[in-house]
């Protein structure tokens, strides 16, 4: 992946670089807790994914979403386990592709680059951008035989909203999502951050109160990606908004905007093509060959004498 520049110092960058991690935590006893969960300061990964893509303000609200919001899910995977998100939809956005692994990498695109919008955008509900479509979650697990996928109808055009309903839905497992995105007067993004809280699998029926206090809190939750921006730490967000329950810190880990492709990975895929379409590319052209990664928006210029080299 080739990352586009951002207009940070290296002080800023490391600093940066340090807070973008996930968080795992549970609420409730620490014998017996009732939910658990994760948060994610992703404010740096949606500034790259967004350089790199050279998305607008609501095209940067809506893939970012996405992006926290397939990190949340990747809080139980484990190995090399990845998930996928594919959203098509009838309205404007057309839909999105996000895919996340284990390891805390996230990449994607927006089916429609370029959203047309009628009137200014006053909050960050996007729900009309969205208008009837379908949801597919496919899950891709270490050692097993073949992925698993669940697919279900929008329900909000929300993220937040639709995510937690498949995990109702799907997996009958209560959840609950908050994703939110800061920009500054000139649109520049400034916090950017995602919260998942689960209902833990077989919790103590005498929780369900506790369960039920949890889910009104965050409904009194105030946009995360704000208060990272006032420089508030998601951990301190999460302890201070919770602060009646009993957080327990898990692990956490970093997580980023990623791509694997390459040049030399281009290049395979090139000499795998069909014998006439490798030969119209050497005698037509055009040089430099031009070939953009959907994924990550990365775009390598490929020249005729490589390509003589690769034998393509």
């Known amino acids: 992946m080739i990352q586009k520049p951002l207009p940070l110092s290296n002080s800023e960058a490391i600093r940066a670089y340090k807070k973008t991690r996930m968080s795992k935590f ?17 404010t740096l990964l949606v500034r790259q994914m967004r350089a790199n893509h050279d998305l607008g303000i609501l095209e940067t609200l809506i893939l970012g979403h996405a992006y926290l919001g397939a990190l949340l899910m990747t809080s139980q995977l484990k190995g090399q386990d990845t998930l996928s998100i594919s959203v098509t939809c009838e309205g404007p956005a057309k839909g999105y592709y996000v895919e996340a692994n284990a390891f805390g990498e996230v990449r994607g695109y927006l089916k ?39 697919a279900l109808e929008l329900q909000y055009g929300n993220i937040a909203q639709d995510l937690a309903y498949y995990y109702t839905v799907s997996e009958q497992t209560p959840s609950a999502f908050h994703l939110s995105i800061r920009f500054d007067e000139k649109g520049a993004v400034i916090g ?33 990606g704000s208060e ?41 895929h090139l000499k795998n093509l069909p014998a006439e379409d490798r030969k119209d590319i050497r005698d037509n052209g055009p040089f430099p060959l031009v070939l953009s990664c959907h994924h990550c928006g990365s775009t390598y210029e490929i020249a005729k004498q490589t390509l003589q080299e690769w034998d393509i």
């Not at 009137?119 to 969205?130: G, M, T, V």
């Not at 919790?203 to 409904?219: F, S």
């Not at 970093?254 to 290049?267: A, D, G, I, R, Y």
Request: hydrophobic content about 35%; some cysteine; overall charge negative.
């Open 26 to 42: 549970f609420l409730g006893p620490k014998d017996e807790p009732s939910v658990r969960g994760a948060i994610i300061d992703g």
């Open 112 to 150: 429609n680059h370029s959203i047309p919008i009628t009137k200014p955008l006053d909050s960050q509900d996007y729900s009309e951008f969205f208008g009837p479509g379908r949801m597919e979650i496919t899950r891709i697990l270490e050692g097993g035989k073949k992925p698993f996928s669940s």
């Open 192 to 224: 950017a951050g995602g919260l998942k809280l689960q209902a833990f699998p077989g919790a103590a029926p005498g929780n369900d109160d506790l369960v039920r206090r949890i889910e009104n809190q965050m409904m009194l939750l105030p946009s995360l």
């Open 228 to 268: 990272i921006a006032h420089g508030q730490t998601a951990m301190e967000y999460l302890e201070h908004w919770f602060q009646d329950f009993t957080v327990t810190a898990l692990d956490s880990r970093p997580v980023e905007f990623m791509c694997h492709c390459s040049e030399e990975k281009f290049l395979h």
